[in-house]
């Protein structure tokens, strides 16, 4: 994952979490919204390129 995002996600959430934007402002609904992105992709990267275990990975 890009550091960018990751940094992006995470001020969102701190910024939420401590107060300088709101619980429910367009930027916390911003934040939710790269956070599910996030989320959604990282379960079709599963579902595509599978889990992989130790075991499999030595294989390879």
Do not use: C, D, W
Request: proline share 3%; glycine share 10%.
């Amino acid at each position: 994952m890009n550091a960018n995002r990751t940094t992006s996600i995470i001020a969102g959430y701190f910024a939420v979490m401590f107060g300088p934007i709101g619980q429910y402002s367009a930027l916390a609904g911003l934040a939710a919204v790269l956070v599910a992105v996030f989320e959604f992709s990282l379960g079709i990267y599963q579902v595509v390129k599978g889990f992989r275990t130790p075991e499999m990975a030595k294989q390879l």
